[in-house]
């Protein structure tokens, strides 16, 4: 019945806004890359693309993140599941990450970017702040890049290649992974991309 499928469960204070997909927030600590597995993070703005990222205040990670003021944040597909999770049970102070990945560097220099993963944005910090337990870093991309077969461009515009290509790792409360599913649109998000900035 309609009214026993809407009825609702209080279940408390869960961030029930999954699905997200999970990011290798990499950084350079003391000339040294470093990665952690990160679901935490967003958009905050289009144009120009604002991104943040919430990590631990302890973590090793942030600071590399602090020491530049640069990061990258990378998109593992779901083949590098193991990998990813190791990034994000062992932290740098006790383990060197440095070597788990093919390592480079874009505009920033001090951002190392996973080659293995099929898209990495390159960020630059524009505002920290410290909340509970968590430092926020807020950034701005200078620089995206995309594995060659999953973009191309025609007529001046980018059209990307259905998700489950990319096929990143998906996550949500339970700790369980999926992986992405079909695309349901197209011409609606086209549309409706011209009226965003
Ligand atoms: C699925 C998953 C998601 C995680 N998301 C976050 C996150 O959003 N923010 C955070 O601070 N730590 C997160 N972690 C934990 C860090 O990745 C972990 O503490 C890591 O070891 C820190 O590494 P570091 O000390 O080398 O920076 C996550 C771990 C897992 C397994």
Known sequence: MLEDKNKKRKIGNIPYIYPIPMALVGANVHGKPNFELVGDLGLMGIKPALVYISSGNTHYTNVGILENNTFSINFPRTDMLALAEHCGTVSGRDEDKSGLFEVFYGELQTAPLIQECPVNLECKVMKEFSIQHRQI???????????????EEKNGNLIFAELAKFDPIIYTLGDRYYRIGKSISVGNNRKRRKTRS
């Open 137 to 151: 870093f807020v950034a701005e991309v200078v620089q995206t890049y995309v594995d060659d077969s999953l973009v």
